[in-house]
């Protein structure tokens, strides 16, 4: 019996079909993509999206910045663990989250224990064009903020490096692009992802 080869058209008509067996937690630097590669992930997975920072946002009814400024980072930091643990609890999807969560051991100890964390690893210089123009970066509200920039990378690469999948992110990847490297990935991991 001969094998049928499907062309790109029978592809793109009828795209594989996923399922997401653990929640797939993305981590990295601010501008690393995490909120947008985790919504073109979702969307190609077929799964609920969450964006940790917009879910502390919510419940708080302020800003991350506006957080910072009122309670201070270390309250921030508690929310985000909470809420990260809550996340953990529903039905597998993507969660996002802020720059900053992974860096707690306990978030890395629940998200390994009941998710799969992946690391977009880019470079400083992707980091700092993506992220230079934004105001909503509280950690960079200095005097110097490719300095700081430079000083967070310099701390955090070495726990991000501790993520359970390292994706690398390059300047020409579109977002679709992107979310398709995680996806192909996931693939090598059938205790996470299965291929229908």
């Given at each position: 019996?001969?094998?049928?080869?499907?062309s790109?058209a029978?592809t793109?008509?009828?795209?594989?079909?996923?399922?997401l067996?653990?929640t797939?937690?993305m981590?990295?630097?601010?501008?690393?993509?995490k909120?947008?590669?985790?919504r073109?992930?979702?969307t190609?997975?077929?799964?609920p999206?969450?964006?940790s920072?917009?879910?502390i946002?919510?419940?708080?009814n302020?800003?991350?910045?506006?957080?910072?400024?009122?309670?201070g980072e270390?309250f921030?930091?508690?929310?985000e663990?909470?809420?990260?643990?809550?996340l953990?609890?529903k039905?597998p999807g993507?969660?996002?989250t802020?720059?900053?969560a992974?860096?707690?051991e306990?978030?890395?100890?629940?998200?390994?224990?009941?998710?799969?964390?992946?690391?977009?690893?880019?470079?400083?210089?992707?980091?700092?064009?993506?992220v230079?123009?934004?105001?909503?970066?509280?950690l960079l509200?200095?005097?110097?903020?490719r300095?700081t920039?430079t000083?967070?990378f310099?701390?955090?690469v070495?726990?991000?490096?501790?993520?359970?999948m390292?994706?690398?992110?390059?300047p020409?990847?579109?977002?679709?692009a992107?979310?398709?490297r995680v996806?192909?990935?996931?693939?090598?991991r059938?205790?996470?992802?299965e291929v229908?």
């Amino acid at each position: 019996m001969s094998e049928i080869q499907q062309s790109p058209a029978d592809t793109a008509q009828n795209p594989p079909r996923y399922h997401l067996k653990k929640t797939v937690v993305m981590v990295g630097m601010m501008g690393a993509g995490k909120t947008a590669v985790g919504r073109a992930l979702a969307t190609k997975l077929g799964v609920p999206f969450v964006d940790s920072d917009h879910e502390i946002e919510a419940a708080a009814n302020l800003t991350v910045p506006e957080i910072f400024e009122r309670d201070g980072e270390a309250f921030f930091r508690k929310r985000e663990t909470e809420v990260i643990s809550r996340l953990l609890d529903k039905a597998p999807g993507i969660l996002s989250t802020g720059g900053g969560a992974f860096l707690a051991e306990a978030n890395r100890d629940n998200i390994s224990a009941r998710g799969l964390s992946v690391w977009l690893d880019a470079d400083l210089d992707l980091l700092w064009n993506r992220v230079r123009y934004k105001t909503s970066r509280p950690l960079l509200r200095t005097a110097n903020p490719r300095g700081t920039l430079t000083e967070l990378f310099e701390k955090r690469v070495p726990i991000y490096r501790l993520a359970d999948m390292t994706v690398v992110s390059t300047p020409a990847l579109s977002i679709d692009a992107m979310a398709q490297r995680v996806v192909d990935a996931l693939a090598d991991r059938p205790d996470v992802l299965e291929v229908l």
